[in-house]
């Protein structure tokens, strides 16, 4: 027996060895790509569940030769054994110079624009560094490790008489030009607004090889420039077939049988209050008085893990996208239509599924109890925010009463979470006016009143007591139970000196000795700048200072919100990792143990990832938008505020519009100026002349450039 288990084990290491030469013969193809193992079995064709098996195996045995690298869990590279090196990701500015942020290196390093070899935004790279002149660190790309993204957005420039052209595309983005052969057009046409996808980029080549994938339409028209922010982030506009049909085939009927697993609150006053041009009602409120005197308030959310359950295609299609994404002129929902605004929104009239937190709150909004389940629940009223906020102004009007007792509750809820340290960013947001051809006609500012507030606190206990509720026994001790919190660091303590120092020259005073004192110096610095002419200046500075927030399974604590645990829960019609919290709160009520910690990790990381790139593309139709109501301005002049600087310019905002514009140095023609990073300033070198960020400006309107976003501003004097 023994014979034979030797003979066996014999057997199959030489086997792994065979398969190991396979791995690194096929990883050699690309020295430099990083692989998954499913990727590594279809590249030697090993395919079924006992072939793939052989590869994991022959992956650890490869690793334990030092063959190959993890670079992070489940991603391997051929161990190119360079000397002296370092890895990180790249970042280029817009003179084609780049830093790498290398992790556990407290300055990034600097890399000048001839030594990027073929390194692209965002790609991970090796670098060896050495130091210029023997002074500053600087590096050069040795290879690029992976491709933060092969998909651009560009305008085909084809060349006359050539059978071939180039796809040009925001230098932001890509730093060279996409080499295009005539054949791999595939419809465009010279000038065409189209997306190409990267092939490869062979040693000694100029510019990197590509293939037109789809096109997009004429530059500066406005559904080619929106598709386009889309494709750029790599955000899908519309769903698959085979996701559409399955999300149509969802049972949309209330049956008993379900209704009977769940809290009937359908009796229990319930209504909504959203913006007036919502769809998609994610949570509701009811209010019930209790003979104790006491208020029984419940924060219902759509149950949406009713209906998307994973391994469905309706469920991966969410996760890849992970968010909603709410663009100027339309929203880019996580689910599908029939969905988003129909089955899971809480629309008046109707029955609904529901996840719930309910508390009994007596009248200094202190909870006295709390339940968290599936309940059934029928929404009695649809409220606009504005319809709310006359009946906090007058008292008047139906339901007044109750939507009075929420918001008295919600102010105490408030009070009480800024005394503890909260901090009060409330910042308006641009919206605009559109006609029926999506032309901005006006622009407004979407300013928080008391209606959000009160929506805002309940939100914002539910989130809470969730968190707590999972990460807390009844003795306030641990649990260890993996959850998906939503975690705000504390500020970079570098960046707050810069902050205290600067707003110190306005003379204000900021206490940063510890966490207390500078949340108490941040709230009476916001509030002592408001309405004076440096308060743009210094809110943008604060908000500066300020880490993002992210999702993560390490419940270090929400900073802004002065909460210890935190979690989004709230909003899983748009939001994915609210889903992932109801699926892992009702994971817990059942009573089961805690799953593995470092595949909810991964899903946070992905989650944040998306967030980030749906902001940008946010921000990119707010710009695209603003400089598309500028181009009927052109040759005006404006009252501006300086809102950003840097060595070639500044910018300044038009406060009555929040359109941005550029002033470049070079045009200032009456001096020669210069950048000043500490006092956040340009100045001219002979008569002394100042631009500060905060200064009052007066501008005109020289240029609307709707493909890049831009718009460029001359200063009046």
């Not at 089955?343 to 309910?358: G, I, Q």
């Not at 105490?412 to 901090?423: H, L, T, V």
Request: glycine share 6%; net charge negative.
């Amino acid at each position: 027996m023994s014979k034979k288990s030797k003979f066996i084990s014999h057997k199959n290491n030489h086997k792994l060895q065979e398969i190991g030469r396979k791995i690194v013969a096929f990883m050699n193809e690309k020295s430099s790509k990083i692989y998954n193992y499913k990727q590594i079995a279809d590249g030697i064709d090993y395919k079924n569940p006992r072939q793939r098996e052989q590869v994991i195996q022959a992956l650890h045995k490869l690793l334990a030769e030092e063959r190959i690298q993890e670079v992070e869990k489940g991603k391997f590279i051929l161990n190119l054994k360079i000397q002296g090196t370092l890895t990180g990701v790249i970042d280029f500015n817009q003179s084609g110079n780049a830093y790498v942020k290398v992790e556990g290196l407290e300055d990034d390093v600097f890399v000048h624009s001839k030594n990027v070899k073929d390194a692209l935004q965002g790609d991970t790279v090796i670098i060896v560094t050495y130091h210029y002149k023997g002074k500053k660190l600087e590096g050069s790309v040795v290879d690029v490790l992976e491709r933060n993204k092969t998909h651009f957005v560009g305008t085909l420039d084809y060349i006359a008489h050539k059978e071939f052209g180039f796809v040009v595309a925001d230098k932001k983005v890509i730093n060279t030009d996409i080499f295009v052969k005539k054949d791999k057009f595939n419809g465009a046409k010279p000038g065409d607004k189209v997306v190409v996808k990267m092939l490869g980029w062979k040693k000694g080549d100029k510019n990197p090889e590509g293939e037109i994938i789809q096109v997009l339409g004429a530059p500066g028209d406005h559904e080619t420039e929106i598709h386009s922010i889309l494709a750029e982030y790599g955000l899908p506009y519309e769903f698959p077939e085979d996701v559409e049909k399955e999300a149509n085939q969802i049972d949309r009927e209330i049956r008993d049988h379900e209704v009977a697993k769940r809290w009937d609150m359908r009796g229990t006053l319930t209504f909504t209050i959203d913006p007036k041009d919502a769809k998609d009602f994610d949570d509701a409120l009811s209010i019930k008085k209790l003979d104790n005197g006491n208020w029984e308030i419940g924060v219902h959310i759509a149950d949406v893990s009713h209906y998307v359950v994973p391994g469905t295609l309706l469920d991966e299609e969410a996760y890849q996208r992970a968010t909603s994404v709410y663009l100027v002129d339309r929203v880019v929902p996580m689910l599908p239509e029939v969905l988003s605004n129909g089955v899971c929104s809480l629309r008046p009239n109707e029955d609904k599924y529901t996840f719930s937190a309910v508390f009994e709150m007596d009248d200094q909004a202190e909870v006295r109890r709390q339940w968290f389940g599936r309940t059934i629940t029928h929404s009695d009223r649809r409220f606009t925010y504005e319809e709310a906020q006359e009946r906090i102004e007058t008292g008047q009007g139906d339901l007044a009463d109750e939507i009075l007792v929420l918001d008295r509750l919600a102010k105490i809820m408030r009070e009480k979470r800024i005394r503890n340290g909260a901090i009060t960013f409330d910042r308006s947001e641009v919206r605009f006016n559109l006609d029926e051809n999506n032309e901005p006609i006006g622009v407004y500012f979407k300013i928080s009143k008391d209606s959000n507030h009160l929506i805002e606190e309940f939100m914002l206990l539910a989130n809470r007591k969730v968190s707590e509720y999972v990460s807390l026994n009844r003795k306030g001790e641990h649990t260890n139970n993996t959850f998906i919190y939503r975690v705000h660091d504390d500020p970079d303590p570098v960046k707050l000196e810069a902050l205290r120092d600067f707003v110190g020259t306005f003379g204000y005073k900021m206490n940063i000795a510890n966490t207390k004192q500078t949340t108490e110096s941040m709230n009476a610095l916001l509030k002592g700048v408001k309405g004076k002419p440096e308060e743009n200046m210094i809110e943008t500075l604060a908000m500066r200072s300020m880490s993002k927030a992210v999702y993560s399974t390490d419940p270090i604590g929400h900073y802004g919100l002065g909460f210890e645990y935190y979690s989004h829960f709230t909003s899983p019609i748009r939001r994915y990792p609210d889903l992932i919290a109801h699926r892992l709160l009702q994971h817990y009520l059942d009573g089961g143990k805690s799953p593995y910690k470092p595949e909810v990790e991964e899903q946070a990381k992905h989650c944040s990832a998306m967030e980030r790139l749906a902001a940008d593309a946010e921000r990119d139709s707010i710009k695209f938008m603003q400089v598309k109501f500028m181009e009927k301005h052109i040759g005006e002049v404006f009252e501006g505020v300086i809102s950003g600087v840097a060595e070639f310019g500044f910018w300044v905002q038009i406060p009555e519009n929040g359109a941005e514009g550029l002033i470049k140095l070079r045009d200032l023609t009456d001096d020669s100026y210069m950048y000043d990073a500490k006092s956040h300033a340009v100045y001219g070198t002979r008569h002394g002349r100042q631009f500060q960020l905060g200064d009052k400006v007066k501008i005109k309107v020289m240029k609307a450039n709707l493909i890049a976003k831009q718009l460029d501003f001359k200063i009046v004097d």
